[in-house]
């Protein structure tokens, strides 16, 4: 008989090269996501921490590569998946009060009823043990990075529906332990999980939750999607899957779960309890996400599988597991953008650096004037492409994971005046950038080949490196900034990233754009990227994760010279009259858990040492703690 959730991806993560078990004991305090941060940036393998203080695995880093991701998804060439679902994507989509009106044939409505879950009155697997008197302490929860303000369930798919529609949800939303039976719920205020939340506090009833760890892998993903409001998950898990999800109800309330999964935690929230202290947290920003209030999520029975196993990612600086999701919703969203948004866009993609949200590049073909605008403008306020900081178009045949052929387009093919748009709007809650949470400024960059009638006269490259060369040392000269690079690909880019120096404790951007006014830099520099000065300017996917994550677009960019611009991603908790709100360090490894896994790794069959991604990071640090302290 085939093995079911966790256990069963295991066999097959096994079968296929994709495991490494590891047998020696392995704190889940720190040295776990240690082990995985290793791991995840050297490209290994899923990892199985067998010896971890309680009686469940964790298996790690399951979602790490193209590979695992396919295997997750059931198969070996996505295409033949993404393909597919441009056929039933406007059937999933809200807007018609009689959605069989939208079926086209038979055979279409045949295949969507196939992916419907189906509910079951048998226990399930997950069920095969029932704790009544339950107790999180018997889960090995990870502690991730030394400045966490606990331990937190990373991967939980957590199921509540709301109170007036029944519309079910099941969605990604970290967990942190308070005690044995309480958590602190992350519902960010723009998420499916919060509105249910409101819902409820409306009825004056207590609000039922489940959450979900394990289970075919797929549920994982599917709980990560960015699915209309009213879709259940478990539809896409099942056109994913090829089958009818099976769901059971819950022990102590009323709420349907996979009845494959590992471990479900029964319990409830109470709208009319005070707020919780939540955080911090080092999240996949790569910064802390720092404290602040949020729910109580009261347990009240946990089942689990007999070999069930803890299911756990760990997030931070990019690239993390996180980035495969990334890419596997790329690819799976873009027929459905097209259909329902931009039949115009040809390939969509959120870089590393961006972590999801910063930064949006999307390939298009090109009919008309102002057409690149037009797309910028409609994806700004597409579902959860509203968090997009920064969007930047290209016309079609251009590569756009190839980042130094997106740039010479960039420059090719942009004026600073015409082709850069700023704009306000929402923000992710974890942006940091923003004076207001999640609310701040955003700038698209229209990178598409002019047509005749948008050709500006007299717009043209600059390419005298020697008169650049000579305003960026005069700056070094003058102790104005630390360091330079000079940005070049198959031809010569008037593009510089400089490293700020801090006078004292503060930067001023404004007195290095008086010096690019006083020498005249706007006619020889086209774009200057402006980075704190640990920053390394040689390391640009460094510095496109600092500058796309300190800044906001509308505030924090200078034009200078005619038609010249320089974007401000220094830390602003040092700029001149401070910053509204605290300001978060970025996330790494303590030297303590550094030093434990360097002692470790050889142990636990890893081979040669993979020196940890921290190391890299830590001169980045402003201090000890969460918060930076200017």
Known sequence: MTSK???????????????????????????????????????????????????????????????????????????????????????????SSNPLSKISDFFTLFRLRKFIPVRTCRRGRCQQVILKDPDLDILPVLKCWPHDGGRFITLPIVHTYNPFTLAPNAGMYRMQILDKCTTAMHWQLHKTGANHYRLWKETGKMMPVSVVLGGDPVYTYAATAPLPENIDEYILAGFLTRRRIKMVKCVTNDIYVPEDADIVIEGYVDPSEPLVSEGPFGDHTGFYSLSDMYPKFHVTCITHARDAVYPATVVGIPPKEDLFFTRATEKIFLKPLQ??????????HMPPAGVAHN???????????????????????????????????????????????????????????????????????????????????????????????????????????????DVLNEMVKHQMISSYHILRNRSFYPVAVISVKREGKLVNIEKIVQFLNNTGAGDVLKVVLAVDEEVDTGDLNMVAWQLLGNSDPLRDHRYFGTSSILFDGTVKAFRQGGFPRPWPDIVCSDKGTITSVDEKWSVAGMGNLVNSPSLKYLKLRKGNSATVMP
């Open 359 to 469: 930064l949006v590049i999307v390939s298009m073909k090109k009919n008309y004037p102002g057409q690149g605008l037009k797309v910028i403008n409609s994806l700004l306020g597409a579902g959860q492409m509203m968090f997009s900081k920064y969007i930047i178009a290209v016309s079609d045949g251009i590569d756009i994971r190839n980042y130094s052929e997106v740039l010479e387009e960039v420059i090719n093919n942009t004026d600073v005046e015409k082709d850069v748009i700023f704009s306000r709007g929402p923000l992710d809650v974890l942006d940091h950038s923003c004076d207001v949470p999640a609310f701040g400024g955003k700038a698209g960059i229209d990178a598409t080949r002019k047509l005749p009638s948008e050709t500006i006269p007299g717009n043209k490259n600059i390419t005298d490196e020697n008169k650049i060369t």
């Open 339 to 348: 259909m329902v948004l931009n039949s115009e866009i040809t390939d969509l």
């Open 5 to 95: 959730g966790l256990a069963g991806f295991i066999h097959v993560l096994e079968r296929e090269g994709e495991l490494k078990r590891i047998s020696v004991f392995v704190d889940p305090v720190l040295e776990i996501a240690e082990f995985a941060d290793r791991t995840i940036n050297s490209g290994g393998p899923a990892l199985l921490f067998e010896n971890n203080g309680t009686s469940f695995p964790v298996l790690i880093n399951a979602f790490g590569s193209e590979k695992r991701m396919n295997l997750a998804l059931k198969t070996e060439e996505p295409e033949n998946i993404y393909s597919e679902i441009d056929k039933i994507s406007d059937l999933l989509t809200p807007g």
